[in-house]
């Protein structure tokens, strides 16, 4: 089962691109990988998803080892309204049973 | 948009009380899911349905009890409630099941159990 870790907090600067990892070391063939974000008072939202190597959307870019047991989830030039928590979840395609969303890391940036 | 509803923001309740919460989404989802999420421990699946009165436990479902009798509504039950079920609780929504499908979230309900 695709257990997934992540640091609990990270500062940032505005400007600065912020890198955020997510372990998963048990993850399946079949899992994917897929970025949530959540403000206060709010549910999580879909930012990205992979599956392997780098994927580019208009808000991240995600990037996966060829081993896959971890995925870096990176915001370039980061502002104020990016504050929030980053959700990692793993998880294949069918079936919620294998489903893992990690604790979360509180990303909090200084002006 | 896919849009989620929850039937309260905030719900005060006293132990032993019978508490219903509430779920509805307008995009025609198969999937549907209720999590808990407390501070250090992220989001924690309680169950979740991939049909009309098709349900499936998840990581912690001890204590609840869900229904789903319509398509569009899963409601979360707490047959009679808890000081340590005190929590934000999110609905979530999916057209396919797994990790690989988008999940759609509500706000959240929270939850404070007396």
């Known amino acids: 089962l695709a257990k997934t870790t992540q640091p609990i907090s990270m500062d940032s600067y505005e400007g600065q691109e912020v890198n955020i990892t997510c372990s998963h070391n048990?993850?399946?063939?079949?899992?994917?990988i897929t970025w949530y974000q959540q403000f206060p008072s709010q549910g999580p939202r879909f930012i990205i998803q992979?599956?392997?190597t780098k994927v580019t959307n208009e808000v991240a870019s995600l990037f996966i080892p060829a081993d896959r047991k971890s995925s870096t989830l990176s915001l370039p030039r980061v502002s104020l309204s990016d504050t929030a928590v980053y959700y990692c979840?793993?998880?294949?395609?069918?079936?919620?049973?294998?489903?893992?969303f990690g604790t979360g890391t509180r990303l909090t940036v200084i002006p | 948009d896919v849009k989620v509803t929850q039937s309260s923001r905030y719900l005060v309740k006293r132990t032993g009380e019978k508490v219903f919460l509430e779920c509805v989404q307008d995009?025609?989802?198969?999937?549907m899911f209720w999590y808990r999420q407390d501070p250090g421990l992220g989001l924690r699946l309680i169950y979740f349905s991939y049909d009309v009165k098709m349900k499936e436990k998840g990581d912690i479902p001890e204590g609840y009890s869900v229904s789903r009798e319509k398509k569009e509504r899963f409601s979360l039950i707490l047959e009679s409630a808890s000081t340590n079920q005190t929590s934000m609780y999110l609905c979530a929504s999916s057209l396919l099941a797994g990790g690989r499908d988008t999940q759609y979230f509500g706000p959240g309900t929270r939850l404070t159990v007396l």
């Open positions: 048990n993850i399946a063939t079949n899992d994917y």
């Open positions: 995009m025609d989802h198969e999937n």
């Open positions: 992979g599956y392997k």
């Open positions: 979840l793993v998880g294949g395609e069918t079936g919620a049973n294998n489903l893992f």
